[in-house]
C-alpha cells in the first residue's frame, strides 16, 4: 500500500517534455500519443493508423514555436496548473483517508482545494519546499534550529536544538511565534512559515514570541544548523542516554553508531521529548532496538487495513526507560505505542502530542503533495489519536533525573532487603537504596518520583522480604527515604525559632551521643540544617543554627538502629 513515504525527487521537465504533455493534453482523446516519456529518454513509436496525427503535432510544433519565441512560459504554467489539480483531485478522491466532500473537489486551485479540505498536515510543496522539507528532518539547514507545529496564532515551537541561535536567544518549546520580519503568521501554511523563518547563513530575522507572561521580541542571527539527529553519553558511567532529535534519513545508522559507542551500559534511556516524528521507515528500524521484528503499527486507510513490521536486530536494549513529552509527536508515538503494548520499556513523563495519521509522498507532474492517507493504531488496536500515556507521568524538569535513579538503582538485595525500596515501572522492577542514591541534589525528583508512583508499586524492604503499604499509612513519605529507620515520635506546631525538646528511646545512653549524630533535614527539599545539642537525662534539646521555615516538615534522624523523629513546624514566623 503506502509502504513508502518518500518518494525519489522527481526530474525537471524539459522543453520535450512539455511538448508531449501538450499533445498529450490536448489530443490524446483522439489520436495522438505522446512522443517522451516524463524524463524525456524513452521516445515512443507512431503507428501506421496514427498517421493523421502528424498533421495536428506540425500545427503543434507551429504553434508552441511561435509561442516561444515571445513567451516561453505562456501557456505552460496554465497547463501545468491544470494538470497538477487533476492530479491532486484524483489522490483525495481515491487515496485521502476519508471519502473528501465533492464541493473540495470541484475547487478551481490548489490552495482553495486544500483549504476546504481543512488538513494541517495534507500541502502541497514544490520541489523546493519538498526538499526543504528533507532537510529539515537530516537537521541540513540554515536557519534558527527550532521544529513547530501550526498553529491558529502562528509557529508553536516543538523543540529546540541545542547549540543554535534559538537556543542561544532563549527560546522554549510551548512559544508561539506569531510575526516575522513583520508579518504576522496567523493562517499561513507551514511552508510558508519556513519560508519567512529560514535564511542565508548569516542574515538576521526579527521575531514576535508569545507566551503565557506576554509578547517578547527577540532579533536572531541564522545559522547553519549542524546538530546529528542522534546524541548520546554515559551517565554515572554505567547508564546509556541517547537523544533522538527526529526521524530522519540517517537517525537509525546514527542511533547504532551511539549505541556502539556507549556500549556496556547497565541500562538505556531514550529521550524522545520534543521530538516531532519524521519517517516511518526510520521509526521501524529504531522500534526494532527493543521490540524485535514484531509488529510495530497497524493503519487503516480507505483501502483497507495493514501492518508495519518492526526491523529486529542482535542488539536488544534492556533495561530501558523512554522520556516523553506533550511534544513528542508522529513517528515518536509509534515507536512507543509498540514498546509500551509489549512491555519492552518503562515511559516517563507526559502525555505523547496525539498524532495519529500517516502521511504519504506523492510526486506530481510538478511539486509534491504530502497527504494524509491512513490512521495509526499500536500493535494491540489502540488509536494514537488518544495520545501514548506513560507509565510514570512527570514534568519534564523530572523526568531525566527520575530515570537516572531507577537506572543507577542497586540490583534485587539477596538475603535481607531492609534499607531498601522496590518500585514497578511500566513492565520494568528497579530497587533503590536511598541512603546511597539520594542526596540534596537530587532530592526533589526523587520526591516527584515517589509522589507520582501509585503506592501499591511501592513495597518497602524488611529482614523477611518485601512489605507493600496500607492504603493509609500516614509515614508513607519518609519511609521512601529511610526504609531502614522506625520512628521515634512526632513533634507538632514547633516555633520556627525557637529550641524544641525531644526525649530519647531508652536504649539511648546520652554519654554515648555527639552532636554530629543527629541531622536536621528539611522534607521537601533535602537541605540540612545545623543543630546544637544539650542534654538532661534521657531528654534532649535541640536548637537550630538557623530559622526553620514556617509550615514546613523536617525529619530529625538519630541513626539508622535508633530511628528519626518527625518536626511539624506551624506556619508562622513568631519567636519566643
Given at each position: ?85 487533476d492530479e491532486i483531485r484524483d489522490l483525495l478522491r481515491n487515496n485521502y ?430 537541605i540540612q540544617t545545623g543543630v546544637t545539642i544539650k542534654y538532661s537525662g ?11 521555615k514556617p509550615g514546613s516538615r523536617y525529619w530529625l534522624l538519630l541513626n ?17
Amino acid at each position: 500500500m503506502f509502504s513508502s513515504l518518500l518518494s525519489k525527487k522527481r526530474t525537471n521537465f524539459k522543453k520535450e517534455d512539455f511538448i508531449s504533455f501538450f499533445e498529450n493534453s490536448l489530443y490524446n482523446e483522439i489520436i495522438c500519443r505522446p512522443l517522451y516519456s516524463r524524463n524525456g529518454d524513452e521516445k515512443v513509436a507512431i503507428k501506421q493508423n496514427e498517421l493523421p496525427c502528424r498533421l495536428y503535432r506540425r500545427i503543434v510544433y507551429t504553434i508552441i514555436a511561435l509561442v516561444l519565441l515571445f513567451s516561453s512560459c505562456l501557456f505552460y504554467p496554465c497547463l501545468s496548473q491544470a494538470a497538477v489539480i487533476d492530479e491532486i483531485r484524483d489522490l483525495l478522491r481515491n487515496n485521502y483517508v476519508d471519502p473528501v466532500p465533492q464541493y473540495v473537489l470541484n475547487s478551481t486551485s490548489i490552495d482553495e482545494m486544500l483549504d476546504r479540505l481543512d488538513d494541517p498536515h495534507t500541502v502541497y510543496w514544490t520541489d523546493e519546499e519538498y526538499q526543504n522539507f528533507i532537510d529539515s528532518l537530516n537537521l541540513n539547514l540554515s536557519g534558527i534550529g527550532i521544529s513547530f507545529e501550526v498553529a491558529p496564532d502562528g509557529a508553536l515551537v516543538i523543540s529546540v536544538l541545542p547549540g543554535t541561535p534559538a537556543e542561544t536567544a532563549g527560546l522554549l518549546p510551548g512559544d508561539i511565534i506569531t510575526t516575522v520580519n513583520n508579518t504576522s503568521l496567523a493562517g499561513k501554511s507551514s511552508e510558508e512559515m519556513i519560508s519567512l523563518i529560514r535564511g542565508p547563513e548569516g542574515t538576521t530575522v526579527n521575531l514576535v514570541i508569545k507566551r503565557t507572561t506576554g509578547s517578547i521580541n527577540k532579533t536572531l542571527t541564522r545559522a547553519k544548523i549542524e546538530v546529528p539527529t542522534v546524541t548520546g553519553e554515559l551517565l554515572d558511567g554505567n547508564v546509556g542516554f541517547i537523544r533522538i532529535n527526529t526521524f530522519g534519513e540517517n537517525t537509525a545508522k546514527d542511533f547504532d553508531n551511539v549505541v556502539s559507542k556507549l556500549k556496556g551500559g547497565k541500562g538505556w534511556i531514550i529521550d524522545l521529548r520534543n521530538n516531532g516524528g519524521g519517517l516511518v521507515s526510520t521509526a521501524q528500524d529504531l522500534t526494532g532496538y527493543f521490540t524485535g521484528d514484531q509488529v510495530m503499527m497497524v493503519v487503516k486507510s480507505r483501502n483497507g487495513e495493514d501492518v508495519y513490521q518492526a526491523n529486529g536486530n542482535d542488539k536488544n536494549l534492556s533495561p530501558a526507560v523512554f522520556l516523553t513529552n506533550r511534544y513528542s509527536a508522529s513517528a515518536s508515538e509509534i515507536m512507543l505505542a509498540a514498546i509500551k503494548d509489549y512491555g519492552k520499556a518503562s515511559l516517563i513523563g507526559e502525555n505523547t502530542y496525539g498524532k495519529g495519521t500517516m502521511q504519504g509522498i506523492f510526486v506530481l507532474s510538478e511539486g509534491v503533495l504530502k497527504m494524509t492517507v491512513a490512521r495509526t493504531f499500536s500493535p494491540l488496536g489502540k488509536s494514537i489519536d488518544n495520545k501514548i500515556k506513560p507509565d510514570l507521568e512527570l514534568p519534564d524538569e523530572d523526568a531525566l533525573s527520575a530515570a537516572q535513579l531507577l537506572l543507577t538503582g542497586c540490583p534485587e538485595p539477596a538475603g535481607k532487603k531492609k534499607g531498601y525500596l522496590r518500585l514497578e515501572v511500566g513492565p520494568n522492577v528497579f530497587f533503590i537504596d536511598p541512603r546511597k542514591q539520594v542526596n540534596e541534589e537530587n532530592w526533589e525528583s526523587y520526591a516527584s518520583l515517589i509522589n507520582s508512583i501509585s503506592k501499591s508499586n511501592i513495597k518497602i524492604g524488611r529482614n523477611n522480604g518485601w512489605q507493600a503499604f496500607s492504603a493509609n499509612d500516614s509515614n508513607y513519605r519518609w519511609k521512601c527515604y529511610y526504609p531502614g529507620y522506625s520512628k521515634l515520635g512526632s513533634l507538632n506546631n514547633i516555633n520556627a525559632s525557637s529550641a524544641f525538646l525531644i526525649k530519647l528511646p531508652a536504649k539511648i545512653d546520652p554519654k554515648s551521643l555527639s552532636e554530629q549524630a543527629f541531622q536536621l533535614i528539611e522534607a521537601d527539599t533535602g537541605i540540612q540544617t545545623g543543630v546544637t545539642i544539650k542534654y538532661s537525662g534521657k531528654k534532649a534539646i535541640i536548637k537550630p543554627e538557623e530559622a526553620l521555615k514556617p509550615g514546613s516538615r523536617y525529619w530529625l534522624l538519630l541513626n539508622e538502629k535508633a530511628g528519626l523523629y518527625e518536626i511539624n513546624v506551624r506556619n508562622d514566623s513568631t519567636t519566643s
